[in-house]
């Protein structure tokens, strides 16, 4: 079955405590994207890849880092979480990327994250 | 960067009701998506639609690019309609950013 998948699905921790979220895609796409949800703001583009090793920021990547080394694979990375970063995290992945987005882009579950 | 907004911001409506979404941007966009959240979180594609009108089912979506807005129809509208509704567009130019709109939260009571 063709999915995204990211764990943990919900974590609660403590500021200032590294974490990752992971994100894996079976699909063989290229592109990856890393969103948040906020209550009254919609979504927000975190950092999204074009490809292995090819990354770039979105329009709030403060506080986060990400890494693209196999296809598959796009974690997302707190190295000191704080507060305002307690959110619902969406990672989702596309054949390609928005300059060919007549291909739909798959969504994980979500990551509700709260950092205390 | 361009702004992208949505109306109405939460609408509520009976089964069987119709009903019309918009999507505003701010700049030319050479393309635009729908998404819809359903009450559990998930995100589902609905259109790719930069330009024209797609149907699909119960749901068909226009976008006037001209003019800057899209419209996204849902007619018939039944429970499982319910969740929130996000329009989506490129960050500036042609570039693999994305900017979502606030979206439209729509509740559709039996």
């Known amino acids: 079955e063709a999915q995204v998948t990211q764990n943990p699905r919900y974590l609660i921790t403590v500021t200032g405590k590294k974490l990752t979220v992971t994100c894996s895609q079976n699909?063989?796409?290229?592109?990856m994207s890393w969103y948040r949800q906020d209550p009254g703001l919609g979504l927000r583009q975190i950092y999204y890849?074009?490809?292995?090793?090819?990354?770039d920021k979105g329009d709030v990547p403060e506080g986060y880092k990400v890494s693209r080394k196999e296809k598959r694979n796009f974690p997302l990375i707190l190295e000191s979480p704080s507060p305002n970063q307690t959110s619902l995290y969406f990672c989702?992945?596309?054949?390609?990327?928005?300059?060919?987005?007549?291909?739909?882009?798959?969504f994980g579950d979500g990551t509700r994250l709260s950092i205390l | 960067g361009i702004q992208v907004e949505q109306s109405p911001p939460d609408l509520i409506l009976q089964e069987g009701a119709n009903s019309t979404l918009r999507c505003n941007f701010s700049?030319?966009?050479?393309?635009l998506q729908w998404f819809h959240q359903n009450p559990w979180g998930q995100l589902i594609n609905l259109f790719y639609?930069?330009?024209g009108t797609k149907q699909n089912g119960r749901l068909s979506a226009t976008t006037v690019a001209t003019e800057r807005y899209s419209l996204l129809y849902i007619s018939s509208s039944q429970t499982t309609d319910s969740g929130v509704y996000f329009c989506?567009?490129?960050?500036?130019?042609?570039?693999?950013?994305?900017?979502f709109g606030t979206g439209t939260l729509l509740a559709v009571q039996p």
């Open positions: 989506a567009a490129p960050y500036g130019g042609a570039t693999n950013k994305l900017i």
């Open positions: 890849s074009m490809n292995v090793e090819v990354t």
């Open positions: 639609i930069p330009s």
């Open positions: 699909m063989n796409h290229e592109y």
């Open positions: 700049d030319s966009v050479n393309n």
């Open positions: 989702a992945s596309s054949f390609k990327g928005w300059a060919y987005s007549n291909q739909p882009q798959h």
